[in-house]
């Protein structure tokens, strides 16, 4: 079982940044592909970022991949997302995902591919 707490979340201005962080409670946190995902009020949840287990391959949405990076540190068993140019349309709770290994299909936006969640934390983008 891998606990995910997500932290970093809140409310910031249109242009502005955020850093969300999650952290895993496992021993082999390097065997783990990681993700982040967004679900707005009324929407269904969306992919927006994937890490494979060593950090080499990055995956992210169209409309995010300009502004923001993803990083993990395996020693400190934690993902980053580095959120850049935040738009109010960026407004949801983000949520931390993983899955042993590699996702089903390779497939890293699939929130189905991914079988541990964390509770979720909230960003708001004003304008």
């Known amino acids: 079982q891998v606990q995910l707490v997500e932290s970093g979340g809140g409310l910031v201005q249109a242009g502005g940044s955020l850093r969300l962080s999650c952290a895993a409670s496992?021993?082999?946190?390097?065997?783990?592909?990681l993700g982040w995902f967004r679900q707005a009020p009324g929407r269904e949840r969306e992919f927006v970022s994937a890490i494979n287990w060593s950090g080499g391959s990055t995956y992210y949405a169209d409309d995010v991949k300009e502004r923001w990076t993803i990083s993990r540190d395996n020693a400190k068993n934690t993902v980053d997302l580095h959120m850049n140019i935040l738009k109010p349309d960026d407004t949801a709770v983000y949520y931390c995902a993983a899955v042993a290994f590699r996702p089903a299909g390779g497939d890293y936006s699939s929130p189905n591919n991914y079988d541990y969640w964390g509770q979720g934390t909230q960003v708001t983008v004003s304008s």
């Open positions: 496992t021993r082999t946190f390097n065997n783990f592909a």
